[in-house]
């Protein structure tokens, strides 16, 4: 391994598009897809749809959701997680698989989608996201361990694991607790694994 002839990294926070803008500051073409996510009932029928099951026993995480969610976030920073929050809590309760697999679509997005917040706003939702996943993983089942694997995956991708430190410590806190029996704990285990598998890139 040797460093590359041109070395590129991110401008300073200076030269950096600006976070948090109002609607003023934006494009008339992020106005609409501003203006059509801060509906309340747009996003409650958004969240009804992405929700339902397509295939029984077909469908799987779905990238171009995740990409969705990612892009929301990190164009438009946290202005719609206010409103997101009640249906994430909703949705994390209800352990029916294609719910399951709406919520680690959103939260993969929100994780990857964050990665240019301030501190302060990436720790706040840090303090939403680990009850909310334990709740989740509490109730994972045969049908969604796969993309909650694949969820974790995807948020850890090409991700300094000291930015998601969270995330991990809340991973490894118990992953063999022997609570909800050894199905639940081999879940668990295969969670990490994903997240720890995105990892090989620092080695």
């Known amino acids: 391994y040797t460093w590359p002839r041109k070395l590129l990294v ?3 926070v200076v030269d950096q598009p600006k976070l948090g803008r109002t609607r003023d500051e934006m494009s008339e073409a992020e106005r609409i897809i501003f203006d059509f996510f801060s509906d309340p009932k747009f996003l409650e029928l958004l969240i009804k749809f992405l929700s339902l099951e397509d295939r029984k026993g077909k469908d799987t995480f779905n990238p171009r959701r995740f990409c969705l969610f990612k892009g929301l976030f990190r164009n438009y920073d946290d202005a719609f997680l206010p ?11 209800d352990s029916h698989e294609s719910t399951q697999r709406c919520l680690a679509e959103i939260i993969a997005g929100l994780i990857r989608g964050c990665k240019h917040w301030t501190f302060q706003k990436v720790e706040n939702l840090w303090n939403f996201l680990c009850p909310l996943l334990r709740t989740a993983l509490s ?12 969820c974790i ?5 090409s991700r300094d694991p000291r930015k ?7 991973l490894i806190e118990s992953p063999v ?4 029996g050894s199905f639940v704990d081999a879940c668990r285990l295969y969670v990490l694994q994903g997240g720890l598998s995105q990892q090989e890139w620092r080695g």
Not at 83 to 93: D, G, K, S, T, V
Not at 153 to 157: G, I, K, L, W
Not at 164 to 170: A, D, G, T
């Open 177 to 180: 607790s022997g609570e909800g």
């Open 153 to 157: 995956a995807t948020a850890c991708e």
């Open 164 to 170: 998601l430190h969270w995330l991990f410590e809340m």
């Open 139 to 150: 109730s994972i089942t045969v049908e969604t361990y796969s993309d909650w694997g694949t």
């Open 10 to 12: 991110y401008a300073p």
């Open 83 to 93: 409103a997101l929050i009640p249906h994430m809590e909703r949705l994390a309760a």
